[in-house]
T-cell receptor
Framework: QQQVKQSPQSLIVQKGGISIINCAYE??????FPWYQQFPGKGPALLIA?????SEKKEGRFTISFNKSAKQFSLHIMDSQPGDSATYFC?????????????FGTGTRLQVTL | KAGVTQTPRYLIKTRGQQVTLSCSPI?????VSWYQQTPGQGLQFLFE???????NKGNFPGRFSGRQFSNSRSEMNVSTLELGDSALYLC????????????FGSGTRLTVV
């Protein structure tokens, strides 16, 4: 019930292309869905996040699409650049107000080629 | 402002030993959470501390423990190390916004031989 499934495991996209990473969840109590970006040797950094009352959120070249009925959400990276090459993690959380934790997907290694 | 500082960056320990990892949160942050990252299991939640109290705990054996000091610095301890404990241990600090304001450190890479 706490699992978040992420696909694909790895992705190769040409410069200027669109990178799409998908996640699915089971627990309908999840109410916060962030995406994190991690470069080698660094900790994950928050990229963009969405709540289930919104179907889409865009920040620059990054867009989250959220489908509540299908219990799926995805990250779209438009005009992908070599500097976007990193590992991306989706996550989900139930915030009880005083105690909360993130449940992460298994990660997608993105490589953007020239 | 300074980010989340984790020390040491790298550690090599022998099976059966114990280890203590340290995390200094961003100034003013009172919540510190710990995660274990491995290639097979990904990022898994260990525990969260807020104002010196453990608020939440993941599904790890009792060999994994932690604490938080009055200055919000946190330590985690792993006793009787096993080969499977080899991982990147990450801490994340946040202020009153909890998980919404997570800032992760660069982690401590623990290798158990």
């Amino acid at each position: 019930q706490q699992q978040v499934k992420q696909s694909p495991q790895s992705l190769i996209v040409q410069k200027g292309g669109i990178s799409i990473i998908n996640c699915a969840y089971e627990n309908t109590a999840f109410d916060y869905f962030p995406w994190y970006q991690q470069f080698p040797g660094k900790g994950p950094a928050l990229l963009i996040a969405i709540r289930p009352d919104v179907s889409e959120k865009k920040e620059g070249r990054f867009t989250i699409s959220f489908n509540k009925s299908a219990k799926q959400f995805s990250l779209h990276i438009m005009d992908s650049q070599p500097g976007d090459s990193a590992t991306y993690f989706c996550a989900a959380s139930i915030n009880t107000g005083t105690a909360s934790k993130l449940t992460f997907g298994t990660g997608t290694r993105l490589q953007v080629t020239l | 402002k300074a980010g989340v500082t984790q020390t040491p960056r790298y550690l090599i320990k022998t099976r059966g030993q114990q280890v203590t990892l340290s995390c200094s949160p961003i100034s003013g942050h009172r919540s510190v959470s710990w995660y274990q990252q491995t290639p097979g299991q990904g990022l898994q939640f260990l525990f969260e501390y807020f104002s010196e109290t453990q608020r939440n705990k993941g599904n790890f054996p009792g060999r994994f423990s932690g604490r938080q000091f009055s200055n919000s610095r946190s330590e985690m301890n792993v006793s009787t190390l096993e080969l499977g404990d080899s991982a990147l241990y990450l801490c994340a600090s946040s202020g009153t916004s909890g998980i919404y304001g997570y800032t992760f450190g660069s982690g401590t890479r623990l290798t158990v031989v």
